[in-house]
Nanobody, 125 residues
Framework: QVQLVESGGGLVQAGGSLRLSCAAS????????MGWFRQAPGKEREFVAR????????YYADSVKDRFTISRDNAKNTVNLQMNSLKPEDTAVYYC??????????????????WGQGTRVTVSS
């Protein structure tokens, strides 16, 4: 069983930055693709970013491309999401998730087996 714990959320003004972190325990973190998703009030959970097990090519939703950066440290079992130039529409609960099966690009949340509890990000205008 893999446990994921997010941290780093908070309140920030539009144009500001936040760095989210997700700490993993259990399982073999270095063999999992990792993703970040978000869910705004009244909306479905949506894909934000993904990084393969060994790092390398990363994938982003169009809405966050060039503003957000996903990275991972397999020695520390962590995956991070650096969020710059934040907008009010980025307000959501952000979740990290582990895909223990697939490599490549899988934005569908059903591809992910394990989920964290989420961390709230609020961007004020």
């Amino acid at each position: 069983q893999v446990q994921l714990v997010e941290s780093g959320g908070g309140l920030v003004q539009a144009g500001g930055s936040l760095r989210l972190s997700c700490a993993a325990s259990g399982g073999t973190f270095s063999s999992y693709s990792m993703g970040w998703f978000r869910q705004a009030p009244g909306k479905e959970r949506e894909f934000v970013a993904r990084i393969p097990a060994g790092g390398g090519r990363t994938y982003y939703a169009d809405s966050v491309k060039d503003r957000f950066t996903i990275s991972r440290d397999n020695a520390k079992n962590t995956v991070n999401l650096q969020m710059n130039s934040l907008k009010p529409e980025d307000t959501a609960v952000y979740y990290c998730a582990a895909d223990v099966i697939h490599g490549g690009y899988f934005p569908d949340r059903t591809a992910y087996t394990f989920w964290g509890q989420g961390t709230r990000v609020t961007v004020s205008s």
